[in-house]
């Protein structure tokens, strides 16, 4: 995914950890905005614990047995109250949590944080759990509440977990605008690099997914749909497939506008529209195109929307239910045909242009699935 934000999109580029670099930027927010200082106090103690709200903030700071949690906040007698530990889908390492809550010391409150997109809270929260287990660490008073899990680790000690949605959402949430605009802006920035790692989760398999034929069966009958689509929409199956990184489709001219017709797994899974998609590829006509689609765009339900900060234009072909392999193709095609009509074109098939010849279409094997 490509991000909206340059802080997403130089991680993206330069290839550094996510993590390290998401954690700073926190850091840095937490420790130049008393506002935003604030709102992390209020929003760690919902669980019960009683913390300061005048903390210190430091980034990777070592601690026991070479641990290096991600940052650590100190009160004003320098006690450690709460350590905190970014994660996107990085895998926990063998300290986590065990030692860094063996760190906490008695006589005051102190809380590990863990930080984690959404969608892999409850599969770390498991897992963290377990772990304590193991190591006999008294886990009591587990709960939920609508921003993060949390349990008491013995005495005054916590551990919580919560998603960099909810957390920098506390934060943007306190910090007034007229007073504090350069951090509304470096958590925008943030908040972009989380979206850009949220859209790209990579979550654990479920035991009865890897035997699930059904699911599988789905996937080939999508690719196949795909191209008896493109067959009868053509009258002919003399053409090259062409296959990107998460689908396969062919090339076709569509009323003079070039496109690609085909099973698109990205789109699909960002929209949830439909698994079969058209993009119009010819950057030169991208204006053209725009324009000659508006009705598409404007309808209810939508048909019309950009990828690649609006270098392509796609358009969902929607699926009937309920009804045979037949009839869906041609409901398919007659989409096909309409949209042939509303860009000025004759109401006859598409014609198919080889993949060889797509060199400049824009495209180049990657795929084309809506940001």
């Known amino acids: 995914m490509k991000s909206k934000t340059v802080l997403g999109h130089l991680v993206h580029r330069i290839g550094v950890q996510q993590e390290n670099v998401a954690t700073e930027a926190l850091g840095f927010i937490l420790a130049n905005s008393s506002a935003a200082s604030r709102a992390f106090t209020e929003f760690i103690c919902q669980i019960g614990f009683s913390c300061p709200g005048d903390l210190r903030f430091e980034t990777q700071r070592g601690g026991l047995e070479d641990c290096i949690p991600d940052m650590k906040c100190y009160d004003a007698q320098g006690r450690l109250r709460v350590t905190v530990e970014s994660k996107f889908w990085a895998e926990l390492t063998k300290n986590q949590p065990v030692t860094y809550l063996r760190e906490f010391q008695g006589g005051w409150p102190a809380a590990l944080l863990f930080v984690v997109p959404e969608a892999r809270l409850p599969w770390v929260w498991k897992e963290v759990l377990r772990r304590c287990a193991e190591n006999d660490i008294s886990v009591e008073d587990v709960q939920s509440i609508p921003a993060m899990n949390s349990a008491r680790i013995g005495g005054e000690h916590f551990m919580a977990m919560t998603s960099w949605r909810a957390l920098l959402d506390a934060l943007y949430s306190e910090v007034p605008l007229p007073g504090e605009i350069d951090c509304r802006n470096d958590m925008t920035q943030l908040r972009g690099l989380c979206d850009m790692m949220d859209q790209e989760p990579i979550l654990p398999l479920k035991e009865n997914e890897i035997g699930d034929q059904q699911m599988a069966l789905r996937i080939v009958n999508f690719n196949d749909l795909a191209h008896a689509i493109v067959d009868q929409a053509t009258g002919t199956q003399s053409y090259t497939r062409s296959h990107l990184k998460y689908g396969s489709g062919a090339y076709l001219d569509i009323a003079n506008y070039r496109a690609w017709v085909g099973f698109d797994a990205l789109a699909w899974h960002r ?25 598409f765009r404007r309808g209810s339900p939508r048909r019309c929307f950009e990828s690649q900060n609006g270098r392509v234009v796609m358009v969902p072909i929607f699926l009937k ?22 860009l ?23 795929d084309v699935a809506i940001d």
């Open 344 to 366: 000025g074109g004759v109401e006859q098939p598409a014609t198919v242009v080889a993949a060889s010849s797509t060199s400049d279409a824009g495209m180049n094997g990657e």
């Open 321 to 342: 239910t309920e009804v045979e392999k037949y009839q869906i193709i041609q409901n398919a095609v007659d989409q096909i045909h309409e949209l042939a009509k509303l």
């Open 271 to 295: 929209k949830g529209i439909s698994p079969i998609w058209v993009a119009f590829l010819s950057r030169a006509q991208m204006d053209e195109i725009r324009e000659k689609l508006t009705p």
